[in-house]
T-cell receptor, first 118, second 114 residues
């Protein structure tokens, strides 16, 4: 099946610094990728939809200046958490949808990034 | 409004017993339904999915799910639970189009007792 690779899997940063998370579709092209945030023992909340070559679409309540999304190519989307604070600590997961040969579209997920801001 | 409801936050099942995790959805278009499993600190693993055809879907690890349109439900079942099945289970719904995100339920935590 299609593979989505997310890096890094874990990152610890100091408060006030920025952190970049990469999401790559390894064997397919993804014009659209999705970024989710998951709080401990809670569900995945959609943060934004990343569109190749255009601006991301953010969900209500998500600060676009805090969470910068860039989708510069058909295989790479990045999420940058700017001026991170402890409340930004969370598990971030990216996703892309693709249609395996002969099948309908599926959603493929990265391994997730555990961000801890100290 | 589009939503997924998993009524059970936490379920404990004895090893070897049967399991059913409930999922109800509200979706304006033809739903594409998924069940995922997540172990602590890990990403999501797809158990099974349904779009059309036979309403009883077989997945990995011995799981199955039944789509009931009249009840807007997509319940997950397993006839005999193993201790390794202890994890978080998420039901999700989306459209067929690749440009749409999945909407997730809040999840059900499964504990397995010996």
């Amino acid at each position: 099946g299609a593979v989505v690779s997310q890096h890094p899997s874990r990152v610890i940063c100091k408060s006030g610094t920025s952190v970049k998370i990469e999401c790559r579709s390894l064997d397919f092209q993804a014009t659209t990728m999705f970024w989710y945030r998951q709080f401990p023992k809670q569900s995945l909340m959609l943060m934004a939809t990343s569109n190749e070559g255009s601006k991301a679409t953010y969900e209500q309540g998500v600060e676009k200046d805090k969470f910068l999304i860039n989708h510069a190519s058909l295989t790479l989307s990045t999420l940058t958490v700017t001026s991170a604070h402890p409340e930004d600590s969370s598990f971030y997961i990216c996703s892309a949808r693709a249609a395996p040969a002969g099948g309908s579209t599926e959603a493929f997920f990265g391994q997730g990034t555990r961000l801890t801001v100290v | 409004a589009q939503s997924v409801t998993q009524p059970d936050i936490h379920i404990t099942v004895s090893e070897g017993a049967s399991l059913e995790l409930r999922c109800n959805y509200s979706y304006g278009a033809t739903p594409y339904l998924f069940w995922y499993v997540q172990s602590p600190g890990q990403g999501l693993q797809l158990l099974l999915k349904y779009f059309s055809g036979d309403t009883l879907v077989q997945g990995i690890k011995g799981f199955e799910a039944e789509f009931k349109r009249s009840q807007s439900s997509f319940n997950l079942r397993k006839p005999s639970v193993h201790w390794s099945d202890a994890a978080e289970y998420f039901c999700a719904v989306g459209a067929v189009q690749a440009g749409t995100a999945l909407i997730f339920g809040k999840g059900t935590t499964l504990s397995v007792s010996s």
